[in-house]
Nanobody
Framework: QLQLVESGGGLVQPGGSLRLSCAASGFTLDYYAIGWFRQAPGKEREGVSCVSSSGSSTDYADSVKGRFTISRDNAKNTVYLQMNSLKPEDTAVYVC?????????????????WGQGTQVTVSS
């Protein structure tokens, strides 16, 4: 089955940290760039971060630069998003999506596979 599964979301206080995981179910992620997106009620979907298939290239939305780190462990068929210094405005459903290229990773419309999302809530 061509599916991604996110995990690691939850409730955290401002300034806290979470690590999200994106794992492939039924296929390997080795050939895909992986992007993280988020969406909160009343807000547009936002591309948060992307990592190339090899892990050698990354990019981040300005809103998360310096706080979030994307990485991957292809041996474990998993991509991670380490989120530090979390803010209430980071509250959203976070979804990972696989793309055929690093450039395509930035586009929700060009995604190949994706997950159902994991809720991140940052609140005191």
């Amino acid at each position: 089955q061509l599916q991604l599964v996110e995990s690691g979301g939850g409730l955290v206080q401002p300034g806290g940290s979470l690590r999200l995981s994106c794992a492939a179910s039924g296929f390997t992620l080795d050939y895909y760039a992986i992007g993280w997106f988020r969406q909160a009620p009343g807000k547009e979907r936002e591309g948060v971060s992307c990592v190339s298939s090899s892990g050698s290239s990354t990019d981040y939305a300005d809103s998360v630069k310096g706080r979030f780190t994307i990485s991957r462990d292809n041996a474990k068929n998993t991509v991670y998003l380490q989120m530090n210094s979390l803010k209430p405005e980071d509250t959203a459903v976070y979804v990972c999506a696989a793309a055929s290229s690093f450039a395509a990773c930035r586009s929700w419309a060009l995604r190949k596979y994706w997950g159902q999302g994991t809720q991140v809530t940052v609140s005191s």
